[in-house]
């Protein structure tokens, strides 16, 4: 224990700025594990004022949830219904809530050169997502020249690639015919045609 000036004893502290705290403290928390939300079907409770901004944000009654293990409890029982709907559901309640766009932004690429190649992305909230059957990448082209790339975290699920990792995924491409993709998990992605 450190002492004060006048005596007393306060818990020591580890230096650093504050950022190094909140890095610890992330560090610290569990992995990411979404619940068994697909064997749960209650009866819909109605509608809670959450909802998922375009940058994965989080808000209740249009305030920002700050709180981390929150926000990861939260997305731990988030489904995405038949109608397109999402809610967060519990054995015993369902609530809707709203999403912008889609729920989580795959904020990191990592790639190994095994065979087959494997890229795994990681979302905001930490969960860990390989490109693979399972897992399908999306373009959506709606928007024109727009690239956006969509990656499926869970069933009916996806998280939006930020543009720096868009960008990383299109170094990792490669061309097949007519046809530009990425290789991953024993599949071809395409993200567009051949230039």
Avoid: C
């Avoid at 224990?1 to 928390?29: H, I, N, V, W, Y």
């Avoid at 990191?108 to 905001?124: E, G, M, W, Y």
């Amino acid at each position: 224990m450190a002492r004060s000036k006048q005596g007393e004893t306060k818990a020591a502290t580890r230096g650093g700025p504050p950022q190094d705290l909140a890095e610890r403290l992330a560090d610290s928390l569990p992995p990411f594990r979404p619940a068994p939300v697909h064997l749960w079907n209650p009866p819909i409770s109605g509608r809670i004022d959450i909802r998922i901004d375009r940058d994965g944000g989080w808000h209740h009654e249009g305030e920002p949830i700050l709180r981390e293990g929150l926000v990861r409890l939260f997305a731990s029982v988030l489904r995405r219904e038949a109608d397109g709907g999402y809610v967060l559901v519990t054995p015993v309640e369902k609530v809707a809530i709203e999403v912008a766009d889609v729920p989580f932004l795959a904020v990191d690429l990592s790639a190994t050169a095994s065979d087959p190649p494997l890229i795994t992305f990681r979302t905001n909230l930490g969960e860990e997502v390989p490109l693979d059957a399972d897992h399908p990448l999306r373009i959506d082209d709606a928007g024109g020249d727009a690239f956006i790339p969509y990656v499926t975290v869970r069933p009916g699920i996806e998280a939006r690639l930020t543009r720096a990792v868009a960008e990383d995924l299109a170094g990792h491409a490669v061309e097949r015919g007519s046809r530009l993709g990425v290789e991953s998990g024993g599949q071809f992605f395409v993200i567009g045609p051949s230039p």
